[in-house]
């Protein structure tokens, strides 16, 4: 009983972080029709960048902050120059976006090295905290659940309530309409990009202070992401976040109960529900 | 353009003769491996090239081939007569299972073969009692059939280079048949081939079929040369690096694939000697190819000589 | 740039070209006293990349301290990215033989290349020094007459630890978190093996695969009546288990002991709450007291300004245990068999101590139980490091069973 309720915060923990790299890959899916296989490779750069600031400011908040900022201008002009040229040629954006990810790992490794580095977290919170029924929890990983709701609620409320959010999701039904109505799209996709990279530079920051950064790591963890994009649905905000959940909730029970069968245990059920609803749970026909 | 043909064919054919000849060993042994990656290759491009699927579990067959191969020879002691067919036979069933993803189109099928692949990388690597997880299984004996062992390297180049020769031939022969071009049909216009009467899904199904097919060759042929297979062959890595060789040689050509490989695993070994971003090279080439020449070196090259009009189309 | 000088600049060698190399090599005259070619397998790139700089640096301070010189003949070198993939590693190591025509091979680092090299050597012929990888089935099952090992065999260091575990820690029901490839396997089931002989009990092991992201789910199902825990963790997972330990307050419930966790590679990236902890059960120790190995330590920081790391000793001995053999033979390493029989036959004074092949060609030598310790470095400062507590000395593979029970009794699996 202990055990289950630990892993379950646990599972919840780690969706807060998959949800922050998903929702902005999602969200890039959802409005221009990008697959942008290096979203990995922001969480990454990110990741360094704010581990950087980290260490020279002292400031785990403005390494956020920072992580999160570098990542925005590399977005851009790779979205801008790069894969603007594929047009909505799914398979040429996954090949370019993916070539892309080698060269931005191989230049990571030149400048940060091969080791695996811990963005350094501020001493309030590397403690820990004692829930009722004697369960201790490390406060960086509360904050971090707290961070991910925050971010989700204010996400949301973006999508849903704001004008912008309605434009958007007009954007994603139907690009046409809306440049019609006078709009500047490609005003709104630069928004929607900057936020997305914006976003996978913050997840490397906040997971590089408890999974580490090193090569590979974006590889890894683009994975967790595509998981949890195809449970939730390719382009659905509501979707990235039970999807993070499932996934989060999977991998924690799955490692615990049957560590055998980890793999299959994510796998295998993502694999059953694409063939049975391809777009996901949240995902549109059409 | 035709004379021209036979003759380019006919010299590639000498210098790949010859090649144990005057090269040496170390490069006899990357030039089969070049041959085999080749073939891996030409099974990602019959999907992509043909029938516009872009399949990233090839590496499962591959290594549910080699894996089955190695398993019956070095732990059983089975003849490669029987090993090898099995092998053969253990990656295709593996497609005919994994066939169910052609229910799916564009991205999702990237993303559910993604997915496909995970699960067998996953079993090779954890099932460790039967699959010597990441250690693999070493000692595989070369290939011998009737009492004769192919232990020789310049023999098996040879082989290799038979066998690549013949599925080449047979490929022509599939996609130049009335389904290879019910295929471009599909990948041109699926819902105009659906109009016309086809049953689209059945054909992309048999497409994955042979496709998984042609890699699970690939995979017995790779561990007979290597001597060796361990679960990074089941890799979404080599997944990707294929389909690199596939598009970066001439997605929708035959020499294309094996143009690709030629160039990725030469990089990689040549450039990795003297620089050690010699990924960063490859995802350069890359990312060169898929927007200055998506047609690939193959379609490159004949668009230079002015017959490009069959490699027109992107990747 | 022309290739070949990019070629040479990458050759760290004493300035021959390669040209001159193939030359040379190709006279029977000249073979006596041409340069001596060593190929050195390690992956530059990939999640491996730090120990295997680790190594290379190690590899190139003996042959400097050494003067790039072996039984009167040069020495040159060629070193060769496995990316820590077999495939590669195979590739690598064919190149090594084929197209640079390296004598001896030094090498790979991975455990699981061990024997995709090994089988290089098998097919060609040429001498492979194993080097640090330790897969157990090498020296024991599955035996090569042209490979021996200088560093160690995985189950080796995990045997003195299982005794050290019941006898000095005095610990009776042990969960164990042990890493899910072959080379966790082997140490996590050598403490285990030890253990459970003087009558220790096994509450849990809990594997996880390499490059478990989360620690947090693996010490939550750590047995709740446990006395002690066990880490057998490599690469990132040693960080990651380290902040989820603490971070989980199972400091305050459990001890934990390191048979193979604070490396000195893994140390900067963890701090002062290591202070005190059993970090290691190893071969090798930063701080260990000796002559050899202050000179080795001193000579390592005041180049790289860092400790070694077990990679960067074990490499330094590797090319210590050749250069002895090769001054053996006079420097005749075209007579492989001569070259292989001065391998086995040497002692080595090396920084981790003397060492001696056994018959199975495993080297025997001291095991180490470490604790983590600040000291201070004049050519670094301050600095957490592994300080031997406890010396098993002259520590066969087989620890103390007789080879041919061991070999009966078949490899440590889960």
């Known amino acids: 009983m202990h055990s289950g309720i630990l892993q379950a915060i646990n599972g919840v923990s780690f969706a807060a972080l998959l949800f922050l790299l998903a929702s902005g890959f999602t969200l890039s899916f959802g409005l221009m029709r990008v697959v942008n296989m290096a979203h990995g490779a922001y969480y990454l750069f990110g990741g360094y960048i704010g581990l950087t600031i980290t260490r020279y400011t002292g400031s785990f908040a403005l390494g956020v902050l920072g992580g999160g900022l570098a990542v925005i201008p590399l977005g851009y002009l790779i979205d801008r120059f790069l894969i603007s040229r594929t047009g909505e040629n799914h398979l040429a954006q996954v090949l370019l976006t993916v070539g892309i990810a080698f060269v931005l790992g191989d230049v990571a490794l030149k400048i940060w090295g091969g080791d695996n580095l811990k963005v350094p977290t501020p001493i309030e919170l590397r403690g820990a905290i004692e829930l009722p029924g004697g369960i201790i929890y490390p406060t960086y990983r509360f904050v971090l659940i707290l961070f991910g709701i925050v971010v989700g609620v204010s996400l949301w409320l973006l999508y849903r309530k704001t004008q912008i959010g309605a434009v958007v999701r007009a954007g994603v039904d139907d690009r046409e309409i809306v440049s019609a109505t006078g709009i500047n799209i490609d005003r709104l996709f630069v928004l929607v990009s900057a936020l997305a990279s914006f976003l996978a530079g913050i997840a490397g920051v906040v997971g590089g202070a408890f999974l580490t950064l090193y090569p590979g790591a974006e590889w890894e963890i683009l994975i967790y992401a595509l998981v949890v994009v195809i449970f939730g649905g390719l382009g659905s905000l509501e979707g990235a976040m039970i999807g993070a959940l499932i996934v989060g909730l999977l991998d924690a029970y799955g490692r615990w109960l049957l560590p055998e069968f980890s793999y299959f245990v994510l796998f295998g059920p993502m694999a059953i529900l694409l063939l049975f609803r391809p777009r996901g749970i949240f995902g549109r026909e059409g | 353009m035709r004379r021209y043909r036979v003759i380019l064919a006919l010299t590639a054919l000498a210098a790949a003769l010859i090649v144990p000849l005057v090269a040496g060993q170390f490069w006899m042994t990357l030039i089969t491996q070049i041959y085999i990656y080749g073939l891996l290759a030409l099974s990602v491009d019959l999907l992509l090239g043909h029938a516009g699927l872009y399949s990233l579990c090839q590496a499962s067959f591959f290594a549910v081939a080699a894996y089955t191969t190695a398993i019956l020879e070095v732990r059983y002691g089975y003849p490669t007569l029987v090993a090898a067919p099995a092998g053969l036979v253990a990656g295709t069933l593996l497609a005919v299972l994994y066939g169910c993803a052609v229910r799916t189109r564009g991205v999702y099928f990237i993303l559910i073969t993604i997915a496909l692949g995970y699960i067998i990388w996953g079993a090779v690597y954890r099932w460790a009692s039967f699959t010597g997880g990441d250690n693999g299984i070493t000692n595989v004996p070369p290939p011998s059939v009737a009492g004769v062992s192919i232990a020789s390297q310049t023999t098996y180049y040879y082989f290799v280079l038979g066998v690549v020769i013949l599925c080449a031939f047979g490929y022509r022969i599939l996609i130049r048949s009335p389904f290879g071009l019910s295929l471009r049909g ?98 350069i080439v890359f990312i060169a190819t898929v927007l200055w020449a998506p047609s690939g070196i193959a379609g490159f090259i004949g668009r230079w000589r002015g017959d490009g009009a069959k490699t027109k189309d992107r990747p | 740039m022309s290739i070949a000088t990019l070629h040479r600049r990458f050759i760290c060698a004493a300035g021959a070209s390669l040209l001159a190399t193939a030359l040379v090599t190709a006279s029977a005259f000249a073979q006596q006293t041409g340069p001596i070619k060593i190929g050195l397998l390690v992956p530059l790139t990939g999640p491996l990349a730090t120990p295997g700089i680790d190594m290379v640096d190690g590899f190139k301070l003996f042959w400097e301290q050494a003067g790039n010189t072996a039984g009167g003949r040069k020495v ?37 290349e061990g024997p995709a090299v090994a089988q290089v050597s098998k097919e060609t012929g040429i001498p492979l020094v194993m080097d640090t990888a330790g897969a157990d089935s090498v020296t024991k099952w599955d035996r090569t007459p042209t490979v021996v090992r200088t560093a160690v065999s995985a189950s080796q260091i995990g045997h003195p630890f299982g005794d050290y575990l019941y006898k000095e820690l005095g610990a009776r029901n042990v969960t164990f978190i042990g890493q899910d490839y072959t080379w966790g396997h082997e140490v996590t089931l050598g403490i285990v093996q030890t253990y459970k002989e003087l009558g220790g009990k096994v509450a849990k092991i809990i594997w996880n695969p390499i490059g478990t992201k989360d620690y947090g789910p693996t010490v939550a199902s750590i047995a709740p009546d446990s006395d002690a825990v066990v880490a ?14 603490f971070g989980f307050g199972m400091d305050k419930k459990f001890k934990i002991y390191g048979g193979y966790w604070m490396h000195q590679d893994a140390l900067p990236q963890m701090d002062d709450r290591a202070i005190g902890m059993i970090g290691n059960s190893l071969h090798y120790a930063a701080g260990l007291d000796t002559p050899a190995n202050k000179a080795f330590v001193d000579a390592f920081a005041n180049k790289y300004k860092r400790l070694p790391s077990w990679f960067s000793e074990s490499a330094y001995t590797a090319s210590l245990w050749t250069r002895t053999a090769i001054e053996a033979i006079k420097g005749n390493v075209e007579d492989k068999d001569a070259f292989l029989k001065a391998m086995r036959g040497a002692t080595v004074n090396a920084p981790r101590g003397t060492l001696k092949m056994d018959a199975y060609d495993n080297p025997i030598q001291n095991v180490y139980v470490t604790r983590i310790q600040k000291i201070n470095h004049p050519a670094i400062g301050s600095v957490l490091t592994n300080v031997p507590i406890k010396t098993y000395e002259n520590v066969s593979q087989f620890w103390t069973w007789n080879p041919e029970e061991f070999l009966k009794r078949g490899p440590y699996k889960r």
């Open chain 3, 76 to 112: 040159e070198y060629v070193i060769a990215d496995t990316t820590c993939n077999p495939d590669q590693a195979i590739t690598q190591a064919r190149r090594l033989v084929h197209q640079e025509k390296v004598h001896i091979m030094i090498g790979p680092l991975c455990g699981h």
């Open chain 2, 186 to 283: 599909i990948k041109g216009s699926e819902s105009r081939m659906q109009s016309l009467g086809y049953r689209t899904t059945m054909h992309l199904y048999a497409a994955f079929v042979i496709s998984g097919a042609i890699a699970s060759l690939a995979g017995v042929l790779y561990v007979y040369y290597n001597r060796f297979i361990n679960p990074v062959a089941a890799s979404f890595q080599i997944s990707v690096e294929v389909s690199l060789m596939a598009i970066v040689g001439g997605s929708g050509t035959i020499v294309g694939p094996f143009i690709g490989a030629g160039i990725f695993l030469g990089l990689r070994n040549w450039v990795s000697s003297f620089f050690e971003m010699h990924t960063a090279v490859m995802g």
């Open chain 3, 232 to 245: 057998i963790v490599v690469g990132a997972d040693r960080i990651r288990l380290f902040e989820s330990w």
